[in-house]
């Protein structure tokens, strides 16, 4: 019991040293200034959906267990002796990046996900925050019916530690409001200035770089847009929404009650 606490703890720790962190940081060397209206509605957005996916996050798990019991877990048998944990961790990463990237596309692509995922991309300001701000139905719809990594390798306990924390750098930070001038590199690995583009309210870049790593992803699969040296455009959806704790609930919902007068009229 008291190795658990210390382990919660030292997360707890962990996570608030990054929210703090990158407070300071992005107010020391800011894309763009936040007025503390877009602040709070992050946070109270990361709030309603973190609580409602985690009070479901048991149903999940059963639809998840019931589907890998059709399925079957583990497919692929990794190695983990020796050097070969380190080839078998970079296989698992690229394996995740690939999964994320596509499933990604698919976001943007299908209405019935777009109508979840465009909460996450309403933030008119891009930080740190914004990275954990995603609709709550849709965290638990891909909890519930997407367990493909599980299904497809069987991961040690330690790599699937090692492999969050790899992913943590660049896929939750690529959204710290923060300058962060990488130069010939800012195609290399999944950054804030790379990701901005992707968050962008200028047609030219609808549908870009929708990496979560590497964004090798986009040059292969076409979908890369380099920004230029200074380049930081607004964020935000067109026309711009605002998000309170009634839109947090049931954003994909929210203009039915107009679609249907609309259509009463017509």
Not at 17 to 38: L, M, Q
Not at 69 to 88: C, F, M, N, Q
Request: charged fraction near 15%; include cysteine.
């Amino acid at each position: 019991m008291s190795g658990e606490i210390a382990r919660t703890a030292f997360y707890l720790a962990l996570l608030l040293g990054a929210i703090y962190g990158s407070r300071w940081i992005e107010n020391r060397w800011p894309i763009a200034d936040v007025p503390h209206s877009e602040f709070r509605d992050d946070w109270l957005a990361v709030i309603v959906s973190v609580g409602l996916s985690s009070l479901l996050a048991p149903l999940a798990a059963i639809i998840a267990g019931t589907i890998a019991r059709y399925t079957g877990l583990g497919w692929i048998h990794l190695p983990t002796e020796g050097y070969w944990w380190y080839a078998s961790l970079a296989c698992v990463v690229l394996a995740l990046d690939l999964y994320k990237y596509t499933f990604h596309r698919l976001q943007h692509a299908i209405p019935f996900l777009w109508s979840m995922h465009s909460f996450h991309h309403s933030a008119n300001a891009v930080t740190f925050i914004t990275g954990a701000r995603h609709y709550w139905l849709e965290r638990v719809l891909a909890d519930a019916f997407l367990p493909i990594l599980a299904i497809l390798f069987r991961i040690p306990p330690d790599m699937a530690i090692a492999t969050g924390f790899i992913f943590f750098i660049p896929d939750a930070c690529a959204h710290l409001n923060v300058r962060i001038p990488l130069g010939r590199f800012v195609t290399w690995i999944n950054n804030p200035q790379w990701h901005r583009i992707h968050h962008s309210v200028l047609m030219e870049h609808r549908d870009k770089n929708f990496a979560a790593f590497f964004p090798f992803w986009d040059f292969l699969f076409g979908t890369a847009c380099v920004p230029k040296p200074d380049e930081y455009p607004a964020t935000g959806l067109v026309p711009a929404e605002r998000v309170d704790i009634i839109n947090s609930v049931i954003w994909p919902l929210r203009h039915l009650r107009h679609r249907e007068a609309r259509t009463e009229i017509e």
